[in-house]
């Protein structure tokens, strides 16, 4: 260990007398809090800690830890108080070596008093209290900051609670009514327009899984294979045949096979949405502990198809590319997935308000044992004090209008990542915001 020359005088003068020595053995008392105290002692091995107690509360702190080279009895001895202001107890078997205040000063013509050869020792003694005060303010700060994260979650999760038992009685009656309402539209059909069972059933059973690029494109072929369909038709009928020939039955009234399967179609989509939503709110439950129930055979990238499909109106100016990979089934949650691609495009949606021509890029890649997700978008630049912060569960960016946020969808997105043992990190720069997760094939 260096030291200063003067303190390392003071060491080889004062404190290498054997007589001045001795050794304690680990749990010793060596001073006593008010206790009488003439010897300024230093530790040439072991370790010691000095504790605080405070009468009024009946509390110990401990307050310093003494290790070789280091001193202490510093106040007692210098104030000449003879009364130690802590207990200073052997954490470890220690030898000490000391000076009492009948020792005389040495060589006094060349380095002066006792007082002013022991300078060294108060200034060095004061510097490593100082360090001690210091480095126990950080560790306090990071407990407290502990404390407050629990707390938060604590509260967050009973909020979470709360949250999903009021809206769990709304969204269970909304799915029960769909179903009544679906079995009723059928009934009547088949009763009173029995044509129109095939249209409203393809939409019931088959729903929208084209994107919006998808059905611009098998729009422009229709028109080129079918001139007799007005621009309208050709979109919807895209939506609703998304591949193959168009059987000749729906050319006998077009306008009406699509108006029914528009109405198919609604129907699919409150399903899946009040399904969805129905298990959204158990999903919430996470931030209470609450589990979700998995599946060994989940399709990631079906769970992406849905979500696209639930968010249908928010994508309607965006321009989804969509690049999947043939994909290994994982075992996981279907709704909790589609929770994830949900919150990250929904949130790439509304980062886009004011893009002028919005993109959003989803790819899937399988390596290595893991599957990897990335959705990008072309929205403005993510700063690095948002990044930092954008997981955090009480952090949002959106603060009026339809688009408030609690700033709680991207905390729950990291934590059901997290639940399988996977990683989400955000990148952002001026051409592209880009979500990476992965997820470990279990």
């Not at 198919?264 to 899946?272: A, N």
């Not at 769970?303 to 994909?327: D, E, F, G, M, Y």
Request: net charge neutral.
């Amino acid at each position: 260990m260096h030291r200063p020359a003067a303190l390392q005088r003071i060491i080889d003068v004062y404190f290498q007398e054997t007589s001045r020595t001795k050794t304690v053995k680990a749990g010793t008392q060596v001073l006593k809090q008010d206790g009488f105290n003439d010897r300024l002692y230093w530790v040439k091995s072991g370790e010691l800690s000095g504790y605080l107690n405070a009468e009024k509360n009946e509390l110990t702190a401990k307050v310093f830890s003494v290790e070789p080279g280091m001193f202490f009895g510093v106040h007692s001895f210098f104030a000449q108080t003879q009364q130690a202001s802590t207990t200073v107890i052997a954490e470890k078997d220690s030898v000490l070596a000391w000076i009492d205040l009948t020792i005389p000063a040495v060589d006094v013509a060349t380095f002066g008093s006792l007082r002013e050869q022991f300078m060294p020792v108060m200034v060095h003694e004061l510097a490593q209290r100082q360090m001690l005060t210091g480095l126990q303010a950080i560790e306090k700060e990071k407990a407290l900051q502990k404390l407050y994260a629990a707390e938060q979650m604590t509260t967050l999760g009973q909020l979470a609670a709360g949250i999903a038992h009021e809206l769990n009685n709304a969204v269970g009656v909304l799915s029960s009514k769909t179903e009544i309402v679906q079995g009723a539209i059928c009934q009547f059909l088949e009763e009173n327009k029995p044509n129109a069972s095939p249209f409203i059933d393809l939409g019931i059973c088959e729903g929208q899984s084209s994107t919006s690029a998808q059905v611009r494109q098998r729009a422009k072929e229709l028109l080129l294979q079918y001139p007799q369909l007005s621009r309208d038709q050709a979109r919807q009928l895209a939506r609703a045949l998304p591949q193959g020939e168009v059987p000749a039955y729906w050319f006998d009234n077009i306008d009406e096979a699509l108006q029914y399967w528009d109405v198919g179609r609604d129907l699919h989509d409150m399903r899946i949405a009040a399904k969805h939503a129905a298990n959204i709110v158990r999903s919430v439950k996470q931030l209470g502990g609450s589990d979700q129930d998995h599946q060994s055979d989940v399709d990631v990238n079906d769970t992406i198809h849905k979500s696209l499909a639930l968010l249908q109106s928010n994508l309607r100016r965006v321009n989804v590319i969509l690049r999947p990979a043939v994909l290994p089934t994982i075992t996981a949650s279907s709704t909790e997935l589609v929770q994830v691609w949900v919150n990250i495009i929904k949130n790439a949606c509304d980062a886009m308000e004011q893009t002028d021509e919005p993109k959003i890029e989803i790819i899937t890649r399988y390596s290595k044992n893991r599957l990897m997700i990335t959705i990008s978008n072309n929205g403005p630049m993510i700063d690095e004090v948002t990044r930092r912060k954008i997981f955090q569960p009480n952090f949002t960016t959106k603060k009026g209008g339809l688009s408030f946020g609690l700033g709680l969808g991207l905390s729950i997105v990291q934590r059901i990542v997290h639940s399988y043992g996977g990683t989400i990190a955000l990148k952002s720069d001026e051409d592209k915001t880009k979500f990476r997760i992965k997820l470990p094939i279990v």
